[in-house]
T-cell receptor
Framework: NAGVTQTPKFQVLKTGQSMTLQCAQDMNHNSMYWYRQDPGMGLRLIYYSASEGTTDKGEVPNGYNVSRLNKREFSLRLESAAPSQTSVYFC???????????????FGEGSWLTVV | AQKVTQAQTEISVVEKEDVTLDCVYETRDTTYYLFWYKQPPSGELVFLIRRNSFDEQNEISGRYSWNFQKSTSSFNFTITASQVVDSAVYFCALSEPPSYNTDKLIFGTGTRLQVFP
């Protein structure tokens, strides 16, 4: 059972470089999410996609873009990486869908990103 | 505004001790969901439990138990007879209001539990 798969697991970027984090889920979930985790701050939502074809900003969207490629895949792009974007990034998914709320969110294994 | 507070930043115990992780939440909704997740040293986030606000019965799963008290807005997590493998960061989370057709969560800042042999 793959669940939520994200790549790469580790990445070092130079300031100003761009990169895309890839995420795919095999649970036929409607909603997908990107969170970042920083020491002492828990998990904060960057962007989410309630369903295929829609994306919305979360709590900390600045410096990021997302693409919901299809129902399975949701990518996160850093256009011009900054040291403040050094973090652990988690992709996640949930059943979601029209009228949905409170379902369990399942997370990928995380991507460790360092911007130097 | 909704908020989840995990006041305990770090807890250290010796193996076989019982330990309780506190979670206090704030919400104006009458219906909501609460969650606990575990993040072991390997880094992944593992779902532990989901609880509906209408279900105030305590839950027990092996050495894990959860005490949900609406009167004090708390959803505490107890590990009985702790083991080294319980060492992890534990997150409590609250569902956002049901207005976005999705399942967004608000997370606490986590409690790091270290269990020493």
């Amino acid at each position: 059972n793959a669940g939520v798969t994200q790549t790469p697991k580790f990445q070092v970027l130079k300031t100003g470089q761009s990169m895309t984090l890839q995420c795919a889920q095999d649970m036929n979930h409607n909603s997908m999410y990107w969170y970042r985790q920083d020491p002492g701050m828990g998990l904060r939502l960057i962007y989410y996609s309630a369903s295929e074809g829609t994306t919305d900003k979360g709590e900390v969207p600045n410096g990021y873009n997302v693409s919901r490629l299809n129902k399975r895949e949701f990518s996160l792009r850093l256009e011009s990486a900054a040291p403040s974007q050094t973090s652990v990034y988690f992709c996640a998914s949930s059943e979601g869908g029209l009228g949905s709320w409170g379902n369990t969110i399942y997370f990928g294994e995380g991507s460790w990103l360092t911007v130097v | 505004a909704q908020k989840v507070t995990q006041a305990q930043t770090e807890i250290s115990v010796v193996e076989k001790e019982d330990v309780t992780l506190d979670c206090v939440y704030e919400t104006r909704d009458t219906t909501y969901y609460l969650f606990w997740y575990k993040q072991p040293p390997s880094g992944e986030l593992v779902f532990l439990i989901r609880r509906n606000s209408f279900d105030e019965q305590n839950e027990i799963s092996g050495r894990y138990s959860w005490n949900f008290q609406k009167s004090t807005s708390s959803f505490n997590f107890t590990i009985t007879a702790s083991q080294v493998v319980d060492s992890a960061v534990y997150f409590c989370a609250l569902s956002e209001p049901p207005s976005y057709n999705t399942d967004k969560l608000i997370f606490g800042t986590g409690t790091r539990l270290q269990v020493f042999p």
